[in-house]
T-cell receptor
Framework: EPEVTQTPSHQVTQMGQEVILRCVPI?????FYWYRQILGQKVEFLVS????????KSEIFDDQFSVERPDGSNFTLKIRSTKLEDSAMYFC???????????FGNGTRLTVT | GQQLNQSPQSMFIQEGEDVSMNCTSS?????WLWYKQEPGEGPVLLIA?????ELTSNGRLTAQFGITRKDSFLNISASIPSDVGIYFC??????????FGDGTTLTVKP
């Protein structure tokens, strides 16, 4: 079964550094998402992306965050200047229709020191 | 924004027992989803519900989309140790945005 793949599985970075989290959504999917899960807490919506632009973003997704689909297969989340509170699991998800269930990757654990 | 109230927060049960958890909201959703998350992995879809009143089964799992479109429940029958994990409900609006509940942590004692 097709799956969403995310790299790296774990990223450690120093506060203030830039990180790029990478995702390869399922190939025929058109809608892409980033979610965040702080340890022990619920999954929180960050941003949705369709037709090469952001369709919706949450309050968490401030100016430090950006997303890009640089080619036909990758979908990236960039955090420009990481803060300690950015430490979390970041999940990429994709779907084939706007209201179809999301298929999640296994996440990238980001640790900011 | 939308908020989902998921309960219970955690459950400790004996193998073989049935489990029930639910989600409620003050908002209406077009779709209700139930996911399971195991340590170190992303949420995995268990059941998707698309119509008010819909009752859907997936093996030992049964979920229902509430008539008011503001709630859903998930039942697991005859629990087994591999049912352990965190179960999340998610409501999807007509704009396609998914909002997750806080999760129910299930522990099954052999």
């Amino acid at each position: 079964e097709p799956e969403v793949t995310q790299t790296p599985s774990h990223q450690v970075t120093q506060m203030g550094q830039e990180v790029i989290l990478r995702c390869v959504p399922i190939s025929n999917h058109l809608y892409f998402y980033w979610y965040r899960q702080i340890l022990g807490q619920k999954v929180e919506f960050l941003v949705s992306f369709y037709n090469n632009e952001i369709s919706e973003k949450s309050e968490i997704f401030d100016d430090q965050f950006s997303v890009e689909r640089p080619d036909g297969s990758n979908f990236t989340l960039k955090i420009r200047s990481t803060k300690l509170e950015d430490s979390a699991m970041y999940f990429c998800a994709s779907s084939d229709e706007y209201n179809s269930p999301l298929h999640f990757g296994n996440g990238t654990r980001l640790t900011v020191t | 924004g939308q908020q989902l109230n998921q309960s219970p927060q955690s459950m400790f049960i004996q193998e073989g027992e049935d489990v029930s958890m639910n989600c409620t909201s003050s908002s209406i959703f077009n779709t209700w989803l139930w996911y399971k998350q195991e340590p170190g992995e992303g949420p995995v879809l268990l059941i998707a519900l698309y119509k008010a009143g819909e009752l859907t089964s997936n093996g030992r799992l049964t979920a229902q989309f509430g008539i008011t479109r503001k709630d859903s429940f998930l039942n697991i029958s005859a629990s087994i140790p591999s049912d352990v994990g965190i179960y999340f409900c998610a409501g999807v609006t007509n704009a396609g945005k998914s909002t997750f509940g806080d999760g129910t942590t299930l522990t099954v004692k052999p």
